[in-house]
Antibody
Framework: EVQVVESGGGLVQRGGSLRLSCAASGFTYWMGWVRQAPGKGLEWVASVGQDGREKYYVDSVKGRFTISRDNAKNSLYLQMNSLRAEDTAVYYC???????????WGQGTLVTVSS | QSALTQPPSASGSPGQSVTISCTGTSSDVGGYNYVSWYQQHPGKAPKLMIYEVTKRPSGVPDRFSGSKSGNTASLTVSGLQAEDEADYYCGSFAGNSNAVFGGGTKLTVL
């Protein structure tokens, strides 16, 4: 069974930065981040290809968030800058089995942006 | 990148079947056979139940099935059981390497 564990969430002021990390087994896949605001639905945030070169983002985070991976460490990252109140959410690290079908999810890490 | 449209709620009695719809456009649901469905129990992470419209990951009961017609995908849960009560989300590849989810449907087992 694939293990996915996120870390790095917390409370940050509006305009601040935070870096999320994810440790995952079976890392030779596309990986991504999906978030869920409190009481709301799911929103895809970003995805990165196996070798880290291809990166894609939802429009609302382009220019502010950066996804990256370190395959030697089986780790995925999300650098979040210029955080806004609307970025408040549980962020899930996900493994993509192909074409954005997310087959493995971590327990999530909560990011709270205070205004 | 507009969200897919799902009914906010659905319900059925144990043993019955229930179908949840997910409506998009020709740029997402209708344009690709890459629709997935997720089950989320309260306080838990989502779980992939269906991918590529009709395929079930290992371990998902065959009571769960998916289909698609035009811009609308559907998830059918047959032989409803109490543990099926959860939120269900559809998701779709949306071209240009983007993905979009539906707003979610709360399934109640009466």
């Amino acid at each position: 069974e694939v293990q996915v564990v996120e870390s790095g969430g917390g409370l940050v002021q509006r305009g601040g930065s935070l870096r999320l990390s994810c440790a995952a087994s079976g890392f030779t896949y596309w990986m991504g981040w999906v978030r869920q605001a409190p009481g709301k639905g799911l929103e895809w945030v970003a995805s990165v290809g196996q070798d880290g070169r291809e990166k894609y983002y939802v429009d609302s985070v382009k220019g502010r968030f950066t996804i990256s991976r370190d395959n030697a460490k089986n780790s995925l990252y999300l650098q979040m800058n210029s955080l806004r109140a609307e970025d408040t959410a549980v962020y899930y690290c996900v493994r993509d089995r192909g074409y954005y079908s997310f087959e493995s999810w971590g327990q999530g890490t909560l990011v709270t942006v205070s205004s | 990148q507009s969200a897919l449209t799902q009914p906010p709620s659905a319900s059925g009695s144990p043993g019955q079947s229930v179908t949840i719809s997910c409506t998009g456009t020709s740029s997402d649901v209708g344009g690709y056979n890459y629709v997935s469905w997720y089950q989320q129990h309260p306080g838990k992470a989502p779980k992939l139940m269906i991918y590529e419209v009709t395929k079930r990951p290992s371990g998902v009961p065959d009571r769960f099935s998916g289909s698609k017609s035009g811009n609308t995908a559907s998830l059918t849960v047959s032989g409803l059981q109490a543990e099926d009560e959860a939120d269900y989300y559809c998701g779709s590849f949306a071209g240009n390497s983007n993905a979009v989810f539906g707003g979610g449907t709360k399934l109640t087992v009466l």
